[in-house]
C-alpha cells in the first residue's frame, strides 16, 4: 500500500497542485530557479498540499483558493529543508561531512529566503484574511523550533519533554496548519476548523515520531542515508531516549559520543543491535499509535467519506515501515 | 546637522516605533530574544520607519496603522543584515575574517528567518490587503538581489549598470516600499503614492551611492571600519568602477586582487591614493545629486510642509559626509 493510494480520490487535484508548485518557483532568476528546481525535484511525499486537499474536501471545494494556501505551505517546507542543510564550519567536524547541496552556505540560505518570499507573495492572493497571521505564526514557530533543536544537540541529558516539545515545532505545526487552513479556505465551520487543526497536530506527531524510528529500523537504502544518522548528527530522539533508560552501556556510549563528537567514534551497527534488544522502538511505536488515535478520534463527530481518507492516512503515516 | 533634526517634528512617534520593534523582539525565546536584540541595539538610523512616518504624514496620520508597516520594515531590514553575516568557509578566506555576529552561522540564520516570520506576523496586523504583496514582492526581490551581489562578488568585469541593479534591490526598493506604505496605510490618493513610491525608490538609490562613496573617503573612526572594506570583500561599487576606467594601474591591480583575493594583498592605502587621484569620487558624487534631484521633482506637485521635510531629507543623505 502506497501513500499516494489513500488519496486517490483527489489526484487529479493533487497534481495540479504539483504544476503550481514548480510554477510559483520559475523564471525569477536564474541561480535561485536553479536552486529552487533542485530542492523540489528532491521530491518528498507533498503531505501538505495533501493536508489542505482533503481537509478542505470535508467541505465546499474551490481549488483556486486552495492553491493559494497549499503551494505556500509546500514552499515554506523546502525552505526549512534548505535551511536546514546550511552548516556550520564547526559541523563539519561533527560527522555532518556531507553537504546534500552543491551550492555554498549563503545561496542555500538565500535560497530559503526566496521560497519563504515566494510562501508569502503567494499567500497574499488569498481573500481569507485568517491565512497569513496563521503562517507566519508558524513560520515564527519553527525558527524557534531549529533553535531549540540546536541547542538540545549533542546533550545526552534531555527528557521526553524536550524531544516532545522539539517535534511539535519541527513538524507538528505545520501539518497542523496544512489541515487548519484547508478549513478555512473551504469554509468549515468552527468546530470541523477546530477538529482539523487539532487531527493535523496529533497526525504530525505520529508522522515525526514515526520517522525517528525508521532512522534507525530502515534500511540505507530505504533511508536513502545511513541507518542512525539522526544520532551521529547528535539529534537524540525517542527510541534512543527509550534505549538509554534501559541500556546502562548503551547510555554510556551516546553520552561519551555526544560529550565529545569529534574524536569519539560510536559504533552504530552496535548501537542498533543493542536499541533493538531494548523495548525502545516497541514503546516509540505505542507513542505514535497514541498520535494516531488521537488524530482519529478528533474526527469521529464528523464521520464521512472525506474524513475517512484522512483517518485512513493518519493509520497509515503512523504504521508506516518506510 | 543630524539626520535626526530633520524628522524632530515627528520624533514622539518615531520614539514610540521605537518601542514597538523592542516588544516586537522580545520574550519569544532566549536565545532569539538575544540575538534580536544584539542586532537592535547594534543601532542604525531607523530611516525606514523614518520614511514610513514621513510619508502618512503627508496625508491622514493614524499611527497605530503606521506601526504595523513600519515595524515590519524595520525588522525586514534587520533579517537582511543578520543574514549578510552569515558566511562560508571560503569566505573567511578571503579577507572577510571578523564574523559581527558572537553565535554561529546557524544561530544567524534562524534569527533572521525568526525576523523575517515576526515582520509578516506584524504586517497581518494590517487592515489594508495591499501590504503583503507589496512586502512579500519586496522580500523576493532583495533575496534576487543578494545572489546577484554573490555572483558579481570578486569580478572586475563588470558596469555601471550591473552596479545599479544591485542597489536597486539591495537598499532602494525597501526605501521605495517604505514610503509606498507609508502612503498606503494613510490612505494618500493613487498620484501620491506613486509619487513617495518613486520619491523613494530614488532617495534609496542616493542613500547607497552616497554610503559606497563614504566606504572610500570616510576615516575608519567614522565608519566603523577600515576604509575600503567593500573592495576588500569583493563588492565593487561605483566609486571604484570609475577610478578603474580612469587609471589603468589601479584597473590592474584590482583585478589582481579579484582573481586571487585569497593570495593577492590589495594595498588600500595605495588604492584610496589613486582613487582620489581621478574623477570618481567626484563623479559618483553627481551621480547621487542626481538620484536626489529625481527624488524631490517626485514630490514637487505635491509641496506643502511634509513633503518639505521628505526632501530635505533626500538632500540630507544625498550629500551627508559621514
Request: aromatic share 8%.
Amino acid at each position: 500500500m502506497k501513500l499516494a493510494e489513500l488519496y486517490r480520490h483527489v489526484k487529479p487535484e493533487a497534481a495540479k497542485l504539483e504544476k503550481e508548485i514548480e510554477a510559483a518557483i520559475t523564471s525569477d532568476h536564474d541561480v535561485l530557479e536553479q536552486t529552487s528546481a533542485h530542492i523540489l525535484q528532491a521530491g518528498g511525499k507533498r503531505i501538505r498540499p495533501v493536508f489542505v486537499l482533503l481537509s478542505a474536501k470535508c467541505s465546499s471545494y474551490e481549488f483556486d483558493e486552495i492553491k493559494k494556501v497549499a503551494v505556500p505551505l509546500e514552499l515554506i517546507h523546502m525552505a526549512s529543508l534548505v535551511h536546514d542543510d546550511v552548516i556550520d564550519d564547526a559541523d563539519t567536524r561533527r560527522g555532518r561531512e556531507t553537504i546534500k547541496s552543491r551550492w555554498d552556505n549563503r545561496t542555500a540560505m538565500y535560497t530559503g529566503d526566496f521560497l519563504f518570499a515566494k510562501a508569502i507573495q503567494k499567500a497574499a492572493e488569498s481573500k481569507f484574511l485568517d491565512v497569513h497571521p496563521i503562517l507566519s505564526r508558524a513560520m515564527r514557530e519553527m525558527c524557534i523550533g531549529e533553535i531549540e533543536q540546536l541547542q538540545d544537540q549533542y546533550h545526552a541529558d534531555q527528557s521526553l519533554k524536550d524531544y516532545l516539545r522539539r517535534i511539535r515545532r519541527k513538524t507538528a505545526l505545520l501539518i497542523s496548519v496544512s489541515c487548519e487552513l484547508g478549513a478555512v479556505v473551504s469554509g468549515a465551520d468552527d468546530d470541523l476548523r477546530r477538529a482539523l487543526k487539532w487531527y493535523g497536530y496529533y497526525a504530525g506527531m505520529a508522522f515525526q515520531v514515526t520517522d525517528d524510528i525508521l532512522d534507525f529500523t530502515g534500511s540505507e537504502k530505504e533511508l536513502g542515508k545511513p541507518a542512525g544518522s539522526d544520532l551521529i548528527q547528535g539529534n537524540i530522539t525517542i527510541p534512543a531516549l527509550y534505549a538509554m533508560e534501559e541500556d546502562a552501556e548503551l547510555n554510556r556510549m551516546i553520552r561519551d559520543y555526544t560529550n565529545d563528537p569529534e574524536r569519539v567514534h560510536l559504533p552504530m551497527d552496535d548501537v542498533i543491535r543493542r536499541l533493538r534488544q531494548t523495548n525502545a522502538i516497541f514503546k516509540s511505536r505505542q507513542l505514535a499509535d497514541a498520535y494516531v488515535n488521537k488524530a482519529v478520534m478528533m474526527l469521529k463527530p464528523f464521520a464521512s467519506a472525506d474524513t475517512d481518507s484522512l483517518i485512513r492516512i493518519a493509520h497509515f503515516i503512523g504504521g508506516r515501515r518506510f
